[in-house]
């Protein structure tokens, strides 16, 4: 933990801010953009679920836009009262992808954010689901003829924030 001034104000504001913004839509989404390396996707994270009873979702390797969006959809189902398990495909009649929800291993290396939120240290993670999402030929990442790769979307537990 960091001792600086200015960081440490930084990070008041940003606690604030967090807090307000779940307090008035019950979870937010944090969006990490792509790191310089092969193996550090963009990816997104929900904060304000495990609040409700429910582990944070998580998506790997799309934009921003898509990133909100998907979490958003599949958060309000959570915070309407929906219960999502691992293994369980969701899909929309008004939208053609579809997302597998599947456990993450490593939740303290990947939901940073929301650790600092609940006050969670790494080995005490909040749980995690990471929503696995298709590519645009319907294939997701353990089918034989995927062809996004590793990079795109990252097996649970294969990477870290």
């Known amino acids: 933990m960091t001792s600086d001034p200015q960081t440490?104000?930084?990070?008041?504001?940003?606690?604030?801010h967090l807090a307000q913004t779940i307090r008035a839509h019950r979870w937010a989404v944090q969006?990490?953009?792509?790191?310089?390396?092969a193996g550090e996707p963009a990816f997104g994270y929900t904060i304000g679920l495990y609040g409700l009873?429910?582990?944070?979702?998580?998506?790997?390797?799309?934009?921003?836009?898509n990133t909100h969006g998907i979490l958003g959809r599949v958060a309000?189902?959570?915070?309407?009262g929906?219960?999502?398990v691992a293994g369980e495909l969701l899909t929309w009649s008004d939208w053609g992808g579809r997302?597998?929800?599947?456990?993450?291993?490593?939740?303290?290396?990947v939901v940073l954010a929301a650790n600092r939120f609940y006050e969670r240290p790494v080995e005490y993670s909040v749980p995690?689901?990471?929503?696995?999402?298709?590519?645009?030929?319907?294939?997701?990442?353990?089918?034989?003829?995927?062809?996004c790769g590793p990079q795109c979307q990252p097996r649970p537990?294969?990477?870290?924030?």
């Not at 969006?31 to 390396?37: I, K, L, N, R, T």
């Not at 995690?128 to 062809?147: I, M, N, R, S, V």
């Open 8 to 16: 440490m104000a930084w990070l008041d504001q940003e606690d604030a």
């Open 31 to 37: 969006y990490v953009g792509p790191g310089d390396g």
């Open 53 to 65: 009873g429910h582990p944070e979702l998580v998506i790997v390797g799309l934009g921003h836009d």
């Open 76 to 80: 309000g189902m959570v915070a309407d």
């Open 82 to 84: 929906r219960d999502l």
């Open 99 to 109: 997302v597998v929800v599947e456990a993450v291993p490593n939740p303290g290396e």
């Open 128 to 147: 995690a689901y990471q929503l696995t999402w298709d590519h645009a030929d319907g294939t997701f990442p353990w089918d034989e003829a995927y062809l």
């Open 157 to 161: 537990g294969t990477w870290r924030a």
